[in-house]
């Protein structure tokens, strides 16, 4: 059986982001905090037995009056009164800057990390027995964050850039680009593009859209200022568009993309080839949509194509199989054109050959070869085939759809041996923060899609920065558990990446599948098959 790269060396990407991730623990570790800030949630009526019994500071006099004044969000200002004489004192029950209760703006921020919002916000506070913000007031700490969020994400793509420039005030680099969306299907709304550096593992761009705007929708366009929607169209297009604004955004950078890593899903490409003069930009491919196309072509030849599925047949289990080699073959000769194209190809005999049909001539010769078949060959010892093998006629009629990605054109671009992995992880860390049940508007889109890119780039040590922004300090309580968190996710990405740690998932899921099916078929019985009843 093959070996797979990824499985045994780690991703090249992994080592320099972690580098730079503890980098920014660092820094932020030496920092001096500021101390004694810290929130806790105090009873009000502990507070009121306890002034009650404390002296005034003017008549010595017991039974100091606590009145709260007002209430702003989870902050209330309180005056301390005295009974006895003219005393009175007020004060805030958490800090303010400039005005604004810095325990309000962390409410909001906790809330949209964590992917909720302010119906989340005022139910929780609700069974704590706290008051919250009204929704006005939400929206407006909602835009402070924004801004604050939109200066630490843009001097996070400068650092980005800057790693891959270094000395030099213009540079070419390639980046992935791929495109995410609400919902699933052509009627989403809101979508985002990333582009992500294939050198550095890291975001330099990305683009927000959406097609809704909620103002707009109730017929008040021209009663006041709004942030409006900045895409017309379909939602398949978002990537296009979105492609084509990043590429518009690097001139300014002072950055060329020269490379496309894309996933064909779009035509993305094709609006930017040109972009920088006649085909300056080239495709290149990631190799695990590459991968996935034999799976889905087959399966559409199967579906289309009578007799060709069954029992030793073109089976969904021999697709998957067929699927694996090709992904293999192609990671195994990173590099090599000639080795790549023909293992793929000879993955595909090997794949379709068995006792009644070996097929094993084209797999690699010798006791080191991947070819259970050439390995007992070289052993001299007898070979029990498992598998049946498929027919010729079978192997006639999907060779040429399979041969179809095995060309010399295809397979160039595949010769980096990368992925959109990447793309493919910010995307998640963006849909926990904005969850794909809920519909958001622009602003709060952006929002989310902004706290993801700082934290796909810099982990929490990043949101730090967020609130130092927004608060203009930073509790020594907070960045100590954040940066647990950054501390935590590198060792569990290290302990995930080991050879060891994927092997078992792989077992763990296939374990899994066994288990439920057979689970299922005792419970409920034979309940089809292919004439039988």
């Known amino acids: 059986m093959m070996k797979h790269l990824s499985s045994i060396l780690l991703n090249p990407l992994v080592p320099k982001k972690l580098e730079s991730s503890h980098t920014s623990l660092e820094i932020f570790s030496e920092r001096l905090f500021e101390t004694s800030k810290d929130n806790r949630i105090v009873s009000w009526t502990t507070l009121i037995s306890f002034f009650a019994i404390v002296c005034c500071p003017d008549c010595y006099s017991q039974g100091l009056e606590l009145i709260e004044d007002s209430v702003s969000g989870l902050c209330s200002h309180m005056n301390l009164k005295c009974k006895n004489c003219s005393f009175l004192k007020g004060f ?18 906790g809330l949209r990390i964590i992917g909720k919002g302010f119906s989340a916000g005022k139910k929780l506070c609700a069974f704590l027995g706290l008051p919250f913000l009204s929704k006005l007031a939400f929206r407006n700490q909602e835009r402070k964050l924004l801004k604050a969020t939109e200066r630490v994400a843009q001097e996070n793509i400068n650092a980005a850039l800057s790693e ?29 593009v990333s582009a992500i550096s294939v050198d550095t593992g890291k975001i330099l761009d990305i683009e927000v859209m959406t097609q809704y705007c909620h103002i707009c929708a109730k017929g008040n366009s021209q009663s ?18 979105g492609a084509y604004r990043i590429f518009e955004r690097s001139n300014v950078r002072n950055v060329q993309y020269n490379e496309y890593y894309g996933d064909g899903d779009s035509k993305g490409y094709e609006s930017v080839k040109n972009f920088y003069g006649i085909n300056t930009v080239t495709k290149l491919e990631c190799i695990g949509h590459v991968q996935k196309r034999v799976g889905g072509r087959l399966r559409q ?5 009578k007799c060709l599925g069954g029992k030793n047949k073109l089976t ?36 379709v050959s068995g006792k009644n049909n070996s097929l094993h001539g084209q797999c690699p010769e010798g006791s080191e070869s991947w070819c259970h078949y050439q390995r007992a060959k070289a052993a001299g010892s007898p070979l029990k085939e498992i598998e049946q093998g498929l027919p010729n006629k079978i192997i006639n009629q999907i060779k040429p759809t399979y041969l179809k990605l095995c060309n010399e054109t295809l397979l160039k671009k595949c010769l980096h041996g990368k992925t959109q992995n990447c793309n493919e992880s910010y995307n998640n860390i963006l849909w926990n923060i904005v969850p794909k049940n809920i519909f958001i508007g622009l602003e709060t889109f952006r929002l989310g899609a902004l706290l993801a890119l700082i934290l796909y780039n810099s982990g929490y040590a990043g949101i730090l920065s967020v609130i130092r922004n927004v608060n203009g300090s930073l509790p020594e309580s ?17 302990r995930h990446s080991l050879p060891i740690a994927k092997l078992s998932r792989k077992k763990k899921r296939k374990a899994a599948r066994k288990t439920k099916s057979t689970k299922d078929e005792k419970t409920e019985g034979l309940v089809y098959s292919y004439g039988g009843f």
Request: charged share 20%; net charge positive.
């Open 316 to 351: 969904d289990k021999l697709i998957d199989r067929i699927q694996n080699y090709y992904g293999i073959a192609i990671r195994n000769n990173v590099g090599n054109l000639q080795k790549m194209m023909s293992s793929v190809i000879a993955a595909f005999f090997h794949c």
């Open 164 to 192: 891959i420039k270094g000395s030099n005030s213009f540079t070419k680099c390639g980046i992935s680009i791929d495109g995410t969306w609400q919902r699933r299907g052509y009627s989403s709304l809101n979508g985002c």
């Open 478 to 494: 907070v960045a100590q558990e954040l940066l647990k968190f950054d501390k935590q996710r590198i060792s569990t990405s290290l």
């Open 224 to 241: 006041s200022k709004h942030v409006c929607s900045n895409y017309k169209g379909s939602a398949g297009n978002m990537e296009v568009v």
């Open 92 to 109: 805030p029950t958490t800090e303010k800057m400039k005005g604004s209760c810095l325990i309000n703006s962390s409410i909001v921020l």
């Open 301 to 305: 030849l199967k579906k289309t194509t």
